[in-house]
């Protein structure tokens, strides 16, 4: 079942925060998040693991909370290069090769 | 570059044609998938092969048929497509298990007349 992520679009000033969410009504075994800027293909940004893992590369941390079944992202002091569709990707509990159920996208447009 | 090549990078068929997608990858991963991008429906997983072995077939009907002759390579057959088909097709790898990051390929834009 295709995780929700919210909100649909989202448009920043340059040096403005956001937060991109995710959450799935299934038992979850890890998260992936993905970047894909227009007429390129998805990028991955990270993985997080069950047990409330926070993960970080400079500007850009997310937080999964298994319980909750839900992951967040967030961008602080957005740049221009952070502009793109946002993809959270869902792994089914028990892992292995199954691939992965993403969400509908977020867009994110920052503005200078 | 990621690693992973998909041709052709245009396609435009007709419903009664027969055309293939190619995709390969050079990274030495275990598992490859072909993933159906669409305004509508964005990022749908249509397959998936882990060791040449397809483990996973999201109920795609039967007009699409994937190959996957060996770890590198994946193909995916076309034949008497429909309109609705028209999207973005993607290819993907990954070392395989759980875990495991994708990396995809610029993906092939097909055009279904």
């Known amino acids: 079942q295709q995780p929700v992520q919210s909100p649909q679009a989202v448009i920043l000033r340059e040096g403005e925060d956001a937060v991109i969410n995710c959450s799935s009504s299934k038992a979850l075994y890890s998260v992936h998040w993905y970047r894909q800027k227009h007429g390129e293909a998805p990028v991955f940004l990270m993985i997080l693991l069950k047990g409330g893992e926070q993960k970080g590369h400079e500007k850009i941390s997310a937080s999964f909370n298994e319980k909750k079944q839900q992951s967040s992202l967030y961008l602080t002091a957005s740049q221009l290069s952070y502009s793109g569709t946002y993809f959270c990707?869902?792994?089914?509990?028990?892992?292995?090769?199954?691939?992965?159920?993403f969400g509908k996208g977020t867009h994110l447009i920052i503005q200078p | 570059e990621t690693g992973v090549t998909q041709t052709p990078r245009h396609l435009v068929m007709g419903m009664t044609n027969k055309k293939s997608l190619k995709c390969e990858q050079h990274l030495g991963h275990n598992a490859m998938y072909w993933y159906k991008q669409s305004a509508k429906k964005p990022l749908e997983l249509m397959f998936v092969?882990?060791?040449?072995?397809?483990?996973e077939n999201n109920s795609v009907p039967s007009r699409f048929s994937p190959e996957c002759p060996n770890s590198s390579h994946l193909f995916l057959h076309l034949h008497t497509l429909q309109p609705e088909d028209s999207a973005l097709y993607l290819c993907a790898s990954s070392r395989g298990g759980g875990n495991e990051k994708l990396f995809f390929g610029s993906g092939t834009q097909l055009s279904v007349l």
């Open positions: 092969y882990s060791l040449e072995e397809r483990v």
């Open positions: 990707g869902t792994e089914k509990a028990g892992g292995g090769a199954d691939g992965l159920t």
